[in-house]
C-alpha cells in the first residue's frame, strides 16, 4: 500500500466516525515533517476521540505503527503520527483557530471525496 492508499484509508476511517470537512493536503516538497496531512473535525470530545481511536485501529490492521498519538485526553487537537501521515483530528472550535489550511495554503488538496463515497 502506498502513501496516498494509506491516505484514503485514514479518511474513511474518519469518515466512519463521521468526522466532517475531511481533507488531505500533499506535503511532499512543502514540509520535511509529512508527505501528507489528514484534517478533520469531530463535535464533541467523545467524537474527536472516537475518530482518532478508528483512525489508530485501521492503521494497525493495515500493518503500520502509529509513532506517536498526542492530545488524546483533552481531544481538543489529536495528533496521529503514521510517519509519512500526521492526521490532525481537531474538535471544531480549535480548527477554526489554527486554520492549518491557510497555514499550509500552498499546499495541494488531494481529491478524496469521490473515494470516500465508494
Known amino acids: 500500500m502506498n502513501n496516498r492508499?494509506?491516505?484514503v484509508e485514514v479518511a474513511k476511517a474518519c469518515d466512519d466516525k463521521r468526522a466532517e470537512n475531511i481533507i488531505a493536503l500533499n506535503m511532499?516538497?512543502?514540509?520535511?515533517?509529512a508527505d501528507y496531512?489528514?484534517?478533520?473535525?469531530?463535535?464533541?470530545?467523545k467524537q474527536v476521540q472516537a475518530i482518532?481511536?478508528?483512525v489508530k485501529e485501521r492503521a494497525e490492521k493495515l500493518g503500520y505503527t502509529i509513532?506517536?498519538?498526542?492530545?488524546f485526553n483533552e481531544a481538543?487537537?489529536?495528533?496521529?503520527?503514521?510517519e509519512d501521515i500526521v492526521v490532525h483530528i481537531f474538535h471544531r472550535d480549535e480548527r477554526i483557530?489554527?486554520?492549518?489550511?491557510r497555514l499550509w495554503g500552498d499546499a495541494p488538496t488531494e481529491d478524496i471525496q469521490?473515494?470516500?463515497l465508494s
Do not use: P, T
Open 5 to 7: 492508499e494509506l491516505v
Open 28 to 33: 511532499q516538497g512543502i514540509s520535511l515533517i
Open 37 to 45: 496531512f489528514v484534517i478533520c473535525h469531530g463535535n464533541s470530545d
Open 52 to 54: 482518532a481511536r478508528e
Open 67 to 71: 509513532k506517536r498519538m498526542e492530545g
Open 76 to 82: 481538543r487537537w489529536i495528533l496521529v503520527d503514521l
Open 97 to 101: 483557530y489554527y486554520n492549518l489550511e
Open 114 to 116: 469521490s473515494e470516500l
